[in-house]
């Protein structure tokens, strides 16, 4: 296969995901959209390195880390407003009320999510909503599985925190 449809097999197949992961990080629809093109160039310009060892999509996730943690410790981000959105999938058999509650829910957990810690974030969004194994995380974050592991009990006793507080205040 030619490097351009591979290039173009590559987006149709993993485009989606990896703009979705570049938004956990940069919690903006169009940055992670010009990330996501970033991403895609250079895995582009790379596409000799890739050697096969691992999936494309584990590959394209590791670009797409890297990159998001770039970007996030540049001076550009800090300086950036930053807005949070996320549309969540409705379940079509559940009542109007059901599902405004049910989004209404995820969307404050997914808040909550957000206002952790890069490295806390990561762990929980990859494994949690991009379910993701956590062989898998460990091999896009060039980590052990045992620190990943730790990483997501530390993160989720973070949220777990962070949700008691909430509703201790009668905020959810």
Same mark, same amino acid.
């Given at each position: 296969?030619?490097?351009?449809e591979?290039?173009?097999?590559?987006?149709r197949?993993?485009?989606?995901?990896? /703009?979705?992961?570049?938004?956990?990080?940069?919690k903006?629809?169009?940055i992670?959209?010009?990330?996501?093109?970033?991403?895609?160039?250079?895995a582009?310009?790379k596409i000799? %390195?890739?050697?096969?060892t691992a #999936?494309?999509?584990?590959?394209?996730?590791?670009i797409?880390?890297?990159h998001?943690k770039?970007?996030?410790?540049?001076?550009?981000?800090?300086?950036?407003?930053?807005?949070?959105?996320? %549309?969540?999938a409705?379940?079509?058999?559940?009542?109007?009320?059901?599902?405004?509650?049910?989004?209404?829910?995820?969307?404050e957990?997914?808040?909550?999510?957000?206002? &952790?810690?890069?490295?806390?974030?990561?762990? /929980?969004? &990859?494994?949690?909503?991009?379910?993701l194994?956590?062989?898998? /995380?460990?091999? /896009?974050? #060039?980590?052990? %599985?045992?620190?990943?592991?730790?990483?997501?009990?530390?993160?989720?006793k973070?949220?777990?925190?962070?949700? %008691?507080?909430?509703?201790?205040?009668?905020?959810?």
């Amino acid at each position: 296969m030619k490097r351009d449809e591979m290039l173009r097999e590559w987006i149709r197949a993993h485009g989606r995901m990896v /703009i979705r992961t570049a938004y956990y990080y940069v919690k903006d629809k169009m940055i992670a959209e010009d990330i996501a093109q970033e991403v895609f160039l250079k895995a582009y310009a790379k596409i000799e %390195e890739f050697r096969g060892t691992a #999936s494309v999509e584990t590959w394209l996730y590791r670009i797409t880390v890297n990159h998001c943690k770039d970007y996030v410790r540049s001076w550009a981000y800090r300086k950036l407003l930053v807005q949070q959105h996320f %549309e969540r999938a409705r379940d079509e058999g559940d009542l109007p009320e059901d599902v405004l509650v049910k989004k209404h829910r995820g969307e404050e957990l997914l808040a909550m999510v957000m206002k &952790l810690p890069v490295k806390d974030r990561e762990v /929980i969004l &990859l494994h949690y909503f991009e379910e993701l194994k956590v062989k898998e /995380i460990a091999e /896009i974050l #060039s980590d052990k %599985e045992t620190t990943v592991r730790v990483r997501m009990m530390r993160a989720l006793k973070k949220l777990r925190q962070k949700v %008691e507080e909430e509703e201790a205040y009668g905020l959810l």
